[in-house]
């Protein structure tokens, strides 16, 4: 079993930075991608950073320029620095990875969820 571990995550001022990070856990071979998605109240979750083993990282539109993904794969950890946050930033981000445990089965999963907001 692989356990993903969000921290944190908090309250900013508008223009103010976050770093959040993931450590995932258990009986890991291998994780391919990892990532962090959002989700506002009332809206639906959605993805906000990517990034695979090999570095290779994907932004959504609303983020690029302002946050960076990034990952130790010895640590199998997963970073996400938010700089220049805006009030629309807010919500629950959560940790994504995708990989192989010792046994060769896939896994995939989801963290807890760590709160972000952003207010003045």
């Known amino acids: 079993q692989v356990q993903l571990v969000e921290s944190g995550g908090g309250l900013v001022q508008p223009g103010g930075s976050l770093r959040l990070s993931c450590a995932a856990s258990?009986?890991?071979?291998?994780?391919?991608?990892m990532g962090w998605y959002r989700q506002a109240p009332g809206k639906q979750r959605e993805l906000v950073a990517t990034?695979?083993?090999?570095?290779?990282?994907n932004y959504a539109d609303s983020v690029k320029g302002r946050f960076t993904i990034s990952r130790i794969n010895a640590k199998n950890t997963v970073y996400l620095q938010m700089n220049s946050l805006k009030p629309e930033d807010t919500a629950v981000y959560y940790c994504?990875?995708?990989?192989?445990?010792?046994?060769?089965?896939?896994?995939?999963?989801w963290g807890q969820g760590t709160q972000v907001t952003v207010s003045s």
């Open positions: 994504n990875a995708d990989g192989r445990v010792f046994s060769g089965s896939p896994f995939g999963g």
């Open positions: 990034i695979t083993s090999g570095g290779s990282t």
């Open positions: 258990g009986s890991i071979f291998s994780i391919n991608a």
